[in-house]
């Protein structure tokens, strides 16, 4: 049954060591805490939290097309190093009609070169990135507007 109040927010590689790994660039909330603050904000707007994390590119595939059957508002992807390598996500973004808002805790373009390259960012609606925990709330904030 479709439910357009309801936001799947799909992490990728890596996501579930948040916290512990490199807090220097991805900070010390773990991805329970970034849930917490968005299941919050999310009852604000009228909105529901539908979280996931896989370190599988194809479970995120399942889920973005998951999200589409379901009639869900919007996808927020954190792909990880997905993002900078995955032609696959990319092709399943443009193919379902769900808006998909592509979110990084670190600004890409601030790192390493290979990482200015966002396969999942020339599909999605749009990109935020680099204020740590608070872009999956800034993205959170633009699913409700969409």
């Not at 936001?7 to 890596?14: A, C, F």
């Not at 805490?33 to 399942?62: C, F, P, T, V, Y």
Request: hydrophobic share 40%.
């Amino acid at each position: 049954m479709p439910d357009p109040s309801n936001v799947y927010v799909l992490n990728g590689p890596n996501l579930n060591l948040l916290g512990t790994r490199e807090p220097e660039i991805y900070g010390s909330d773990t991805l329970d805490d970034i849930a917490g603050l968005l299941e919050d904000r999310a009852k604000e707007l009228g909105l529901a939290i539908d979280m996931r994390q896989s370190n599988h590119e194809g479970h995120l595939i399942d889920w973005m097309h998951e999200a589409q059957a379901r009639g869900a508002k919007a996808v927020l992807l954190n792909a990880g190093a997905y993002t900078h390598t995955s032609i696959a996500l990319h092709d399943c973004i443009k193919s379902i009609r769900t808006p998909v808002i592509e979110v990084h805790l670190s600004n890409p373009h601030k790192r390493e070169e290979f990482r200015h390259l966002s396969y999942v960012g020339q599909a999605a609606k749009g990109t935020i990135a680099g204020f740590g925990a608070l872009s999956y709330l800034l993205a959170l904030e633009a699913a409700a507007r969409l």
